[in-house]
């Protein structure tokens, strides 16, 4: 089946899937940044489950936007072209998660923990949850550095994957 005559609506989807997938995800890492002044445990918990109500739809974008890459890779002959822009974009995109699943996720999941809150986990697994951590411990764990790493991990690498995207420099 020929893709070519649906390049440009394919590559339409991939970038509107894109900005989807950073203004649903960009909630959620500002509600990380805006975590670290917090200490009221009601706000930390609602910022907490205001973070997790964008999850479902960060992954409903990012799916769109590796499928339309995909498929605008394949309309586009960007796979056999010789060329490895496009399997460098991929593979960055693989690292940047499994980057924000090592720095991010274990963080939100200790102070959910911290306020005696039930994960993903947790709920999968019937697990009761903790019982809340002290004071002291919330704090350690809010004025952690964790979210400004993977800040760092997801700006830098989402601006090399459009840089490589742009530029095909090989």
């Known amino acids: 089946m020929d893709l070519t005559p649906w390049l440009p609506l394919l590559r339409l989807i991939h970038v509107l899937a894109a900005f989807g997938f950073v203004l649903v995800h960009g ?24 973070s997790n109500a964008f999850l479902n739809w960060m992954y409903v974008a990012l799916l769109v936007l590796l499928v339309a890459g995909i498929l605008s890779g394949i309309a586009g002959g960007h796979w056999t072209d010789g060329r490895y822009w496009l399997w460098a974009s991929l593979g960055l995109l693989i690292a940047i998660i499994a980057a924000m699943y090592v720095f991010a996720a274990p963080h939100f999941e200790a102070l959910r923990h911290a306020l005696g809150m039930a994960t993903f986990n947790d709920l999968q697994k019937k697990l009761t949850p903790p019982p809340p951590a002290t004071d002291a411990e919330l704090a350690r764990l809010l004025e952690s550095s964790k979210p400004m790493q993977a800040a760092v991990i997801g700006i830098g690498g989402i601006a090399l994957v459009v840089a490589l995207m742009m530029l095909k420099p090989f």
Not at 27 to 50: C, H, N, P, W, Y
């Open 27 to 50: 909630a959620s890492a500002m509600v990380a940044f805006k975590l670290r002044g917090e200490r009221d445990r009601t706000r930390i918990q609602a910022l907490l489950e205001l």
